[in-house]
């Protein structure tokens, strides 16, 4: 039976949620080893790696366990953390190294603590990155990609797929060629991420929902301060990325909400599946303004894209994917709507996630820009390691330098999309 999907977006994923979590507010005074602030994929993931290694844990949410991008996302699983060519050009081929590693590392994390936990969440593998017809730069981006994965040994079956054969795999003249990718896949995100809190709430860990967080003393010994009551930590961890707000004033303005919107059709027929993703895999798009979409368990097609800098949010979100579904797949042109949903994800500005300490005992992350399934759990497991002293992998991204925008929510949103909005019309023009 669907579960009352009020507390969450309006979405498909909540609808179907195995479990209505229902975690106790955090009242009066408590005492941990670790504060973990935000329960989505990175909090949640953190919390249990640290759980799993005898750490008590104080998990706080200030809505529902998964509320935000972590529960509401395309559900895509790829690998890959970082670009590496970034970081060799900054840090040297040693770092590209790591950063290749950890591409791989997201992934398998995932992979499991989903068969571990016996976690359901219609993991399924499967994925496409598709280049559109009459933008020949997709393409050469696609074939270099296939270049660069078997220079480095890939473990994953990897093929670029294009003429015909392409008909087998997404039916939509709007493409040319796809690589496919058998390591990466879809599952469903927001089952995931409850299914992981319940693991780490099993293993002892504490976690209270609809606890907003109101002010963090740093020190010897932090504080984090609730509406109802207070966290005494030995270290504290900041995993609210897009929600975070002005929970922390020092990384204000480091990354930006921008609105990201999804909607689920219809169960489709036996014969519209076929003349749309006969293979069941998940694509995506190689753009800026990009487009992602997958089939469901149910046979829905679940459509994602439409990115907003601007922070206008569409009052009708299927009306304004409608004309991008059409273009794509015109046989389901006319296709119901069931769900619509949307809400906003952390934009770092050079796509790279943001790791980093606030007086040697906070550690915070944040800025996965739309690509957060698998890094978010590589993230906690960084996150849990500088916890426990090993600092490798998470002094390498805190040695990133970030810009910040300046303006704040008045000029730097606006600013922000005007910057993407070059990026797009020059894709436009080929």
């Known amino acids: 039976m669907a579960v009352d999907?009020?507390?969450?977006?309006?979405?498909?994923?909540?609808?179907t949620r195995h479990i209505a979590t229902d975690y106790p507010v955090l009242h009066g005074e408590h005492r941990c080893d670790?504060?973990?602030?935000?329960?989505?994929?990175?909090?949640?993931?953190?919390?249990?790696?640290?759980?799993?290694?005898?750490?008590?844990?104080?998990?706080?949410?200030?809505?529902?366990?998964?509320?935000?991008?972590?529960?509401?996302?395309?559900?895509?699983?790829?690998?890959?953390?970082?670009d590496p060519a970034k970081f060799e050009k900054r840090f040297g081929s040693s770092a590209?190294?790591?950063?290749?590693?950890?591409?791989?590392?997201?992934?398998?994390?995932?992979?499991?603590?989903?068969?571990?936990?016996?976690?359901?969440?219609?993991?399924?593998?499967?994925?496409?990155?598709?280049a559109a017809r009459g933008r020949p730069a997709e393409l050469r981006a696609l074939e270099a990609q296939l270049e660069d994965c078997e220079r480095h040994d890939y473990p994953h079956a990897m093929r670029l797929i294009r003429g015909q054969e392409l008909a087998d795999w997404v039916r939509s003249g709007h493409y040319e060629a796809g690589l496919s990718n058998a390591g990466n896949g879809h599952l469903h995100p927001l089952n995931l991420c409850i299914g992981e809190a319940r693991a780490a709430s099993q293993l002892g860990a504490r976690i209270f929902e609809r606890t907003r967080v109101t002010r963090i003393q740093h020190g010897a010994r932090p504080v984090v301060e609730t509406e109802h009551g207070t966290i005494f930590a030995n270290k504290v961890i900041l995993a609210g990325n897009a929600y975070l707000r002005n929970t922390e004033p020092?990384?204000?303005?480091a990354v930006f909400p921008a609105g990201s919107y999804m909607l689920a059709t219809e169960p489709l027929s036996e014969q519209q599946v076929q003349n749309v993703l006969p293979a069941d895999v998940a694509c995506c798009e190689?753009?800026?303004?990009?487009?992602?979409?997958r089939l469901s368990p149910d046979k829905r097609l679940l459509f994602g894209g439409m990115c907003n800098y601007s922070g206008r949010r569409p009052a009708d979100i299927a009306a304004a994917l409608r004309p991008r579904l059409a273009r794509i797949f015109p046989v389901l042109a006319n296709v119901g709507v069931d769900y619509q949903w949307g809400g906003d994800i952390a934009i770092s500005i050079n796509r790279i996630p943001q790791f980093g300490r606030i007086q040697g005992n906070t550690y915070y992350v944040q800025g996965y820009s739309g690509h957060g399934v698998a890094p978010t759990h590589l993230a906690g497991k960084m996150l849990a390691d500088v916890v426990c002293g090993d600092a490798e992998q998470f002094d390498l991204f805190a040695r990133v330098r970030h810009l910040r925008i300046p303006g704040g929510k008045?000029?730097?949103?606006?600013m922000l999309a005007l910057g993407m909005s070059y990026f797009r019309l020059r894709e436009l023009l080929g």
């Open 5 to 15: 999907a009020r507390e969450h977006t309006s979405s498909w994923y909540a609808a």
């Open 34 to 82: 670790v504060a973990v602030v935000g329960a989505g994929f990175s909090g949640v993931s953190a919390s249990l790696f640290l759980a799993e290694r005898g750490y008590d844990i104080a998990l706080i949410e200030a809505n529902r366990v998964g509320w935000g991008a972590s529960g509401r996302n395309g559900g895509q699983l790829i690998g890959g953390f970082s």
């Open 96 to 130: 590209a190294g790591i950063v290749r590693r950890m591409g791989l590392e997201c992934r398998d994390i995932l992979v499991e603590r989903i068969n571990h936990y016996r976690i359901d969440c219609d993991l399924k593998f499967g994925y496409l990155d598709v």
């Open 250 to 253: 020092r990384l204000r303005n």
């Open 286 to 293: 190689q753009q800026i303004a990009l487009n992602y979409f």
């Open 410 to 414: 008045w000029f730097g949103s606006p």
